[in-house]
């Protein structure tokens, strides 16, 4: 059943956003997105058994060949993206093919370049299975694959021909993975929707129990918001500093992630840790009321991330891996901070004393 559409215009032409229950089972949702007669659909290991057979249902009048990828993050690079590559042009697949993603942000951005690569760019669908990829990834047309050096180094704006969101696939997802995306699903309330935030903080326990209800209408308020953010800064260029807003608590985030070596918290689970971080930084600089700082934790703690550092990433190891981040000018960081609850800004002069004693509050006695 589609319940929700959304439309999103860049520089190319628009596609539509789609959120409802078990959406495979509507051939038009899938199949009226398609040109031409091939079809090549990549998804993983996990994803596969789960939902494979009801993504090919809705395909059977076409050619359809399948990549099956490992699962996980390390596999989201140069070796699997030939791997599709590989697969399409020794089938010759031509030019008016499709590729659909199923699965989450891995698979998503990985089909996303591999779509925007292939014969200078061939129509591909995104059908995100996480929580993550369906409020954030699947949506704006960053595709990506990592490089040894760094995540997400080789990649290219291409958006998406349409996106299905179906949040029935939700109930397979593991409890940390759920939590890792609803983490960014509270970032976007805390960025840019101070009543999203308070239906939010009404709707927590509901959302906890995956209420099928509730969490499609918070997957589209999420994605209203990430549409907006899109449509004004698609490029995200560095003046307009719009698109940059998405990485709030992301820079503390990432920190936690590389200290503690990459797998060990979940991204969105760093990324929980962070915006309470840089809230507490924005009392500290004056910028934020304290209530609203106890409002971002009690949600946060209700939610049940851990709000404490864990033994073996100290707040000086903190310190030293964002002084290597390339925001550092002048012993000053560029980071995202709160207003208010609902309005995030960049600020360009956050001295890293004031970094520091907000982190030193963090660490394990
Ligand atoms: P992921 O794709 O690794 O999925 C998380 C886990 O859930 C995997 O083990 C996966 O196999 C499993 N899974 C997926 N769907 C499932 C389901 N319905 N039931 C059970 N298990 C399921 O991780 P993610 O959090 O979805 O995405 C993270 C990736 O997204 C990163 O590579 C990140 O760089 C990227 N990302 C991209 C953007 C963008 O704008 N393109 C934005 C944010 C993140
Ligand atoms: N970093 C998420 C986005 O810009 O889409």
Excluded at 4 to 22: A, P, V
Excluded at 96 to 109: E, F, R, Y
Excluded at 328 to 342: A, D, E, M, T
Aim: hydrophobic content about 45%; glycine content about 8%; charged content about 15%.
């Amino acid at each position: 059943m589609i319940e929700q559409k959304l439309n999103i215009t860049h520089r190319t032409g628009s596609y539509t956003i789609f959120i409802g229950e078990n959406l495979f089972g509507i051939k038009e949702a899938l199949a009226q997105q398609i040109a031409g007669s091939h079809v090549c659909v990549v998804t993983n290991e996990t994803v596969k058994p789960l939902y494979l057979d009801a993504c090919l249902t809705a395909l059977t009048q076409f050619e359809v060949e399948v990549v099956v990828l490992p699962d996980g993050e390390q596999y989201k690079n140069f070796t699997y993206y030939n791997q599709v590559m590989n697969l399409l042009c020794e089938k010759h697949y031509p030019r008016d093919s499709t590729l659909i993603a199923l699965g989450g942000g891995v698979i998503g951005d990985l089909t996303g370049f591999a779509a925007a690569t292939y014969q200078r760019g061939v129509a591909y669908i995104q059908v995100p299975t996480t929580l993550l990829s369906q409020v954030d990834s699947s949506i704006g047309g960053k595709t990506a694959i990592n490089h040894a050096v760094g995540k997400n180094l080789i990649g290219a704006f291409y958006p998406p021909q349409v996106v299905l969101i179906d949040v029935t696939t939700l109930a397979t997802l593991s409890q940390r993975e759920y939590l890792s995306g609803l983490a960014e699903l509270i970032k976007a309330a805390l960025i840019a929707d101070a009543e999203f935030f308070i239906w939010i903080e009404q709707h927590i326990d509901a959302l906890l129990k995956r209420d099928v209800t509730i969490l499609k209408q918070a997957i589209m308020r999420a994605c209203q918001i990430k549409q907006t953010i899109v449509m004004r800064d698609e490029l995200e260029t560095m003046h307009n500093h719009c698109r940059i807003l998405l990485n709030f608590g992301h820079t503390f985030g990432h920190a936690i992630e590389q200290v503690l070596g990459y797998g060990e918290w979940l991204h969105g689970e760093a990324v929980a840790l962070g915006m309470h971080m840089a809230t507490c930084l924005s009392q500290d600089l004056g910028l934020l009321d304290q209530t609203s700082v106890q409002r971002v934790y009690a949600l946060l703690e209700r939610a049940g991330y851990a709000l404490q550092l864990p033994v073996g990433a100290s707040s000086a190891n903190l310190i030293q891996r964002m002084r290597h981040d390339k925001k550092v000018y002048s012993n000053c960081l560029n980071l995202i901070l709160l207003q208010r609850i609902g309005t995030a800004v960049v600020k360009s002069d956050v001295p890293m004393l004031a970094l520091q004693s907000v982190l030193e509050r963090y660490s394990a006695h």
